[in-house]
């Protein structure tokens, strides 16, 4: 019975890996992006900041860059391109305006990070993404992978920048 | 001889501590804010992201706010005040065009952060800084502490916000 379980866990396991990736800490499996396989990084929350952006137009939001240590020693060093094991996250949230800022300027001027839109992961494998500039990309809606076709567009967006090793972000001092 | 050193050593340490600190690191040397003697925290850049701001009107500045470990276990934990040691720093650049974001979208939307403005810190300790709140606040323009007239503005701008013990931003998601 116990050999049985151990084979159960072992075949839920494998389910696991194609499908989806069973998380260090076992709290979480994240489900892998189309075309690429990228997970959502585990505590990527935690890493360090790289720079921020504002999205005006349709997107209307706010966005910071985070990167693992390995990205950000290459930024630092100013190396490219960047090494393997280089990923970066990008946290896309909606712009909303900020009550406590505007009533302390006595102005409606200042806007912050309202709720999560989306979240944007790139990771250098030269060898596995050697077809889209050593980067492999994965975009997340509430931890949940977008579709192929969002996918799809990913690359050919980042290949004009192939001066900065396809990333659109520079490091904010 | 030896021992003159070691004693003119000990004096300039000393002024060092009234106008300076002298840094761990021993690399450079920070001049303390007027009023509250806050210094710029060593290591700061790699802190944990809290959240980011967007600031227009005069400003036109993006921002992002960075927590040591003390502030940003207090903001995921959802505790208030915040304990003594917690320490936020705000980055602020000016906001300039991403020409990478613009030239991938096909349109003049995007911002990126810029040169750097200024540097704000906030620093807890509740019994130091009882009369402001248990704050101490330091502002930074190229590594120099701004005067003590920008200094007197910090607490009344951050005084109608007990509520969240002085504290502006919000942790993002």
């Keep these: 019975m116990r050999r049985m379980a151990f084979l159960l866990v072992g075949v839920?396991?494998?389910?696991?890996?194609?499908?989806?990736?069973?998380?260090?800490?076992?709290?979480?499996?994240?489900?892998?992006?189309?075309?690429?396989?990228?997970?959502i990084p585990q505590g990527y929350r935690d890493w360090k900041l790289?720079?921020?952006?504002?999205?005006?137009?349709?997107?209307?939001?706010?966005?910071?860059?985070?990167?693992?240590?390995i990205a950000i020693r290459a930024y630092r060093g100013g190396k490219l391109p960047f090494p393997d094991g280089a990923i970066i996250v990008a946290l896309h949230w909606k712009r909303i305006p900020s009550e406590e800022d505007n009533k302390a300027f006595?102005?409606?001027?200042?806007?912050?990070?309202?709720?999560?839109?989306?979240?944007?992961?790139m990771v250098k494998d030269s060898k596995k993404y050697a077809a889209t500039g050593g980067w492999g990309f994965g975009d997340f809606k509430d931890?949940?992978?977008s579709d192929a076709a969002v996918h799809e567009k990913c690359f050919p967006c980042?290949?004009?920048?192939?001066?900065?090793?396809?990333?659109?972000?520079?490091y904010a001092p």
Excluded: C, W
């Design 12 to 39: 839920v396991t494998m389910i696991g890996v194609a499908g989806y990736v069973v998380t260090p800490s076992g709290h979480a499996a994240e489900e892998a992006a189309p075309i690429y396989g990228v997970t």
């Design 50 to 69: 790289i720079s921020v952006t504002h999205e005006e137009g349709d997107f209307n939001q706010l966005r910071a860059q985070l990167g693992n240590d």
């Design 106 to 121: 006595g102005k409606a001027q200042a806007f912050v990070a309202g709720p999560a839109v989306n979240l944007q992961v």
């Design 143 to 145: 931890g949940k992978p």
């Design 158 to 170: 980042h290949a004009p920048f192939k001066a900065s090793d396809y990333v659109f972000t520079r």
